[in-house]
């Protein structure tokens, strides 16, 4: 008894002072305010007071001390109601996302109920569900039915084969049977290639792309596979990739995401238990259509960040990673089945080299933030200007192949490597944005770095033009993370550094980022 009677009294104790001074601080918040407009305390102070002349300071005073608390109160309530609504639109738009999910998966649940009550009906009467779908289109003379059809040299591709699980898979093997590549345009180089595509989207669309735009994409896509466009509606986000397939005679795959993306299996497609099939999707059959040439494809997920990127698209950021393009493989099923695609190994998918990501992204309330991870991965290209028109001559498609502008490449990275002196200079500015900014490169950077330069300058472009880009959209970007209010100082240290090192004002696209930060 003595022991809990010792606990007891110090359990008393340590709950008195805790609270006590939980409730002294609450209290002295009171007091504190109470103390601040006690309006008769200041009234008994001036009772009695002669001040003579002095009084105009005593006014003064008080109109200031008047003027400044109003003007905190006048931005301290609008602060409160802005933070309430966003709150709300903020969790509005959570409940939403999360009742589509709901409904997205009661449709999915509804229909496999549907055809299992339909499977056991049919099967009570003594045949098939396959026999009955042919009974029915006999009956009503309506055809066989056939998959998406894709127009190739000889016209349509054929029906969909019965009883395989990947059947819009195994319609590209059929197809491929007897492919033979096209005659492909290997003449031009990297600075040729961006004046071509930039007059055939002049000439046969009407859209008007600085040139720095397509040297920037060109680029890009020797650096990594996922591009990401963004910048404000109306600046040609989702029509340039879709320019690029049809300049490359080779339509780029549109997959509009969904709010309601949570998983890969909204970009890849998913096997349904039930009916033993895989459900495939466009995108699927693209990547897998894309191991059977030698193309240029591209993939547009449009509007990416309506939905998390992180969620629906976190393996294909792993795999895109892996440093062996032989290891660059989806799990589509779990074991293999004997009629399945022919390039399919033990049920997993290889991802070819010749398949580049372009995802166009909006920055408003309806979207989502861009996660540093993305970022880190993908070039960012900035697309907040229309082009100017100009005059463009007569310019036809012609189609390369992925061989030949990887060769370009390589190439490029040979003949036209940074500088030894270039790269000291950025050395020491990695070393500075350490020690001020707790920033870091990191060697994903200088390794996108060291192949879009070169590549960049073969495209016509200047080598510091490229660096100042890939500083401005990879490094300088991670600072909207930090206290801007801290580092406004540091920020103007790190632009005299920019000058010192490569010239004065040469960092033209690093030095305006910064400076729209210091405004913040």
Not at 231 to 254: E, M, Q
Not at 298 to 307: K, R, T
């Amino acid at each position: 008894m003595v022991y809990f009677d010792n606990f007891r009294n110090w359990f008393l104790m340590f709950m008195k002072q805790m609270l006590g001074g939980i409730w002294q601080a609450l209290s002295n918040i009171v007091l504190g305010i109470g103390q601040v407009f006690n309006f008769g305390v200041y009234a008994r102070q001036l009772a009695g007071q002669d001040f003579g002349w002095a009084w105009i300071l005593v006014i003064l005073i008080l109109l200031l001390a008047i003027a400044i608390w109003g003007s905190l109160i006048f931005l301290i309530i609008p602060g409160i109601r802005k933070y309430i609504r966003f709150r709300r639109s903020l969790v509005g738009k959570e409940d939403l996302l999360e009742e589509i999910a709901d409904l997205h998966r009661d449709v999915i649940r509804l229909t496999a109920e549907k055809e299992k009550i339909m499977s056991l009906k049919v099967s009570s009467a003594g045949f098939s569900m396959e026999e009955l779908q042919e009974a029915i289109r006999t009956a009503e003379g309506l055809p066989a039915p056939a998959e998406t059809q894709a127009t190739g040299e000889e016209g349509e591709e054929g029906e969909e084969p019965s009883g395989k699980r990947f059947a819009r898979l195994s319609l590209v093997d059929e197809k491929y049977a007897y492919y033979e590549p096209p005659a492909y345009n290997n003449s031009m180089d990297l600075k040729q290639l961006c004046d071509d595509i930039r007059n055939f989207a002049c000439y046969n669309s009407g859209l008007f792309y600085e040139i720095k735009t397509i040297r920037l994409m060109i680029a890009g896509l020797s650096c990594t596979k996922l591009i990401v466009l963004q910048g404000i509606s109306g600046t040609g986000k989702t029509s340039l990739p879709y320019t690029l397939g049809k300049y490359f005679l080779n339509d780029a795959t549109i997959a509009s995401v969904q709010p309601s993306w949570r998983e890969r299996s909204e970009l890849f497609g998913y096997f349904n238990e039930f009916t033993k099939k895989f459900n495939e999707t466009e995108v699927l059959k693209r990547i897998y259509e894309s191991s059977y040439n030698d193309d240029v494809n591209i993939i547009v997920l449009d509007e990416m960040n309506i939905a998390r990127i992180e969620y629906y698209f976190a393996e294909m950021l792993s795999i895109l990673e892996m440093p062996n393009p032989a290891e660059w493989k989806i799990e589509l099923v779990p074991s293999s089945w004997e009629d399945d695609p022919v390039r399919l190994e033990d049920g997993k998918l290889t991802i070819p080299q010749n398949v580049w990501y372009i995802g166009t992204a909006n920055n408003d309330d309806s979207t989502f933030a861009v996660s540093d991870k993305v970022y880190d991965r993908a070039v960012v290209i900035n697309l907040d200007s229309k082009g100017m028109p100009f005059e463009a001559p007569v310019t036809e498609p012609k189609p390369f192949s992925y061989s030949y502008i990887d060769s370009l490449y390589k190439k490029a990275v040979t003949e036209h490597p940074i500088e030894d002196s270039v790269l000291d200079k950025i050395g020491k500015l990695d070393l500075y944005v350490i020690d001020k900014f707790r920033v870091a490169f990191g060697n994903r950077i200088m390794k996108q770095m060291k192949v879009f330069v070169p590549v960049y300058v073969a495209c016509g472009g200047t080598q510091l033009d490229a660096i100042d880009y890939m500083l401005a959209t990879k490094v300088f970007r991670k600072f909207d993370a930090l206290n801007l209010s801290l580092i406004r100082g540091e920020i103007r240290g790190l632009i005299m550094l920019l000058d010192s090192l490569f010239g004065k004002d040469v960092m033209k696209e690093s030095i305006a980022y910064l400076r729209r930060l210091q405004k913040s």
